[in-house]
């Protein structure tokens, strides 16, 4: 029998990973009134980079350039605040709304304060936006919990393609700055995409509404 063969090292990530970060993370901001300067933005700084999840987040730019920012506003409600199948809310995949959600999430934060991040008040830790912010800021330990999460952003990816949505292309860019997914990465992504989240909801008061409604923000459809 042969003996077991060390695990081959991790490619080291490309000097633009930490600006795909950050640009994934403005891109996945809701589109308000200063949504065409922040495209603008990130399109320019873009253009000056190759690396992985470059031209992902570039083909994102080109698609969404010509909609009108209410319509994208309108989509954007419909594809990650009224499906749970596409929330930007990691922890939701791995423990919905259960107790342990609330361990989660302080564990969340915990990382963040380790590195000096303090997260917002107003948003909780899991939000994938914040995510990118810290590991454009904070390399190394923010990719290693974007890595941790790698199924949950997966089957988010995988969510959005079901939708034909745009913003495919930007989880498709964040996947591409990662190590290659395992096979435990896609089991535990298709058996999530199966089962759903747990769905006990006992003791997650103060977590159980991940996002709140926008206010004054097109109207309806549920998402599939």
């Not at 747990?198 to 409604?213: D, H, I, M, Q, T």
């Amino acid at each position: 029998m042969k003996p077991p063969q060390p695990p081959r090292p991790l490619t080291p990530p490309s000097p633009a990973t930490p600006a795909v970060h950050q640009a994934a993370a403005l891109l996945l901001g809701y589109p308000d009134r200063h949504w065409p300067a922040r495209l603008t933005l990130v399109r320019d700084a873009l253009g000056e980079l190759t690396g992985p999840g470059t031209a992902p987040l570039l083909r994102f730019c080109a698609a969404v350039r010509d909609i009108p920012v209410l319509d994208l506003a309108a989509h954007y409600v419909v594809t990650f605040d009224r499906s749970r199948r596409r929330t930007l809310h990691l922890t939701y995949y791995t423990d919905g709304d259960t107790r342990r959600r609330g361990g989660s999430l302080a564990e969340w934060k915990a990382r963040y304060r380790a590195h000096g991040w303090e997260p917002p008040e107003d948003e909780l830790p899991d939000y994938l936006p914040l995510a990118l912010e810290f590991a454009a800021r904070c390399p190394a330990p923010g990719t290693r919990l974007l890595r941790d999460h790698r199924p949950a952003i997966e089957l988010l990816r995988m969510a959005l393609a079901d939708h034909d949505s745009p913003y495919t292309d930007v989880l498709r860019a964040v996947c591409d700055t990662l190590p290659g997914a395992s096979p435990a990465d896609r089991a535990t992504a298709l058996a999530l995409a199966r089962g759903g989240p747990p769905a006990e909801a006992v003791g997650l008061a103060p977590f159980s509404a991940a996002v709140p409604e926008r206010a004054g923000h097109l109207p309806g459809g549920t998402g599939r």
